[in-house]
């Protein structure tokens, strides 16, 4: 079955650095691979996803990268701010099992420094 | 707009009870889910629904179970409460496109 690692576990930045969080996956068939921002006692929230045949998506401050023959992707966060600390986790959805399992990556705890 | 409503929001068990965290969505959809969250760990994927009346097992089953009468329900039950139940609960849905809603969450401890 599939399986997502992702790296760093914890990332400190100073405010208004960037950020980069990088996640691998190993089943070739996924082909859809979301990022959730995960708040102190909430609920894990989409915040960019991308599909496999696109190689990269931005909104804003936030950009998602895929590169499919390495299998890896990653989300980058320009110009960070206090309120982007949170733990952030990547996905991936195998094949087109629509609804079925995502595999969650174990999440990186990010803190800006004000 | 309540999207996925879970209760309780904590909960402390003494080991061999019992009891359920109720899940309920009021956006139709198909798709539910119940992930478990362990500290400083990813979500792992306990049951699943793809409609009313159809569950099955995801990675870590072993001790809960699950019923989906209605669209809207997906209720997990736990069984003779373990201390490797403690964990942090996410109730989930999907229309089965992409995104996934989550619950705020559930708060467990087994004692």
């Known amino acids: 079955g599939e399986n997502v690692e992702q790296h760093p576990s914890t990332l400190s930045v100073q405010e208004g650095d960037s950020a980069v969080i990088k996640c691998t996956y190993s089943d070739s068939a996924s082909n859809y691979f979301p990022w959730y921002k995960q708040e102190l006692g909430k609920g894990p929230q989409l915040i960019i996803d991308?599909?496999?045949?696109?190689g990269e998506k931005k909104d804003q401050r936030i950009a998602v990268t895929l590169n499919k023959t390495a299998k890896h992707f990653s989300l980058h966060i320009t110009e960070t701010q206090p309120e982007d600390s949170a733990v952030y986790f990547c996905?991936?959805?195998?094949?087109?099992?629509?609804?079925?399992?995502?595999?969650f990556g174990p999440g990186t705890r990010l803190s800006v420094l004000p | 707009n309540a999207g996925v409503t879970q209760t309780p929001k904590f909960r402390i068990l003494k080991i061999g009870q019992s009891m359920t965290l109720q899940c309920a969505q009021d956006m139709n959809h198909n798709y539910m889910y119940w992930y478990r969250q362990d500290p400083g760990m990813g979500l792992k994927l306990i049951y699943y629904?793809?409609?009313?009346?159809?569950?099955d097992k995801g990675e870590v089953p072993n001790g809960y179970n699950v019923s989906r009468s209605t669209t809207e329900d997906f209720p997990l039950r736990l069984e003779l409460a373990a201390p490797s139940q403690t964990s942090v609960y996410f109730c989930?849905?999907?229309?089965?496109?992409?995104?996934?809603?989550f619950g705020e969450g559930s708060w467990l401890t087994v004692v």
């Open positions: 629904s793809v409609g009313a009346g159809i569950t």
């Open positions: 996905a991936a959805r195998p094949g087109d099992n629509y609804g079925q399992n995502f595999v």
């Open positions: 989930a849905s999907t229309s089965g496109g992409n995104t996934i809603y």
């Open positions: 991308i599909r496999s045949n696109v």
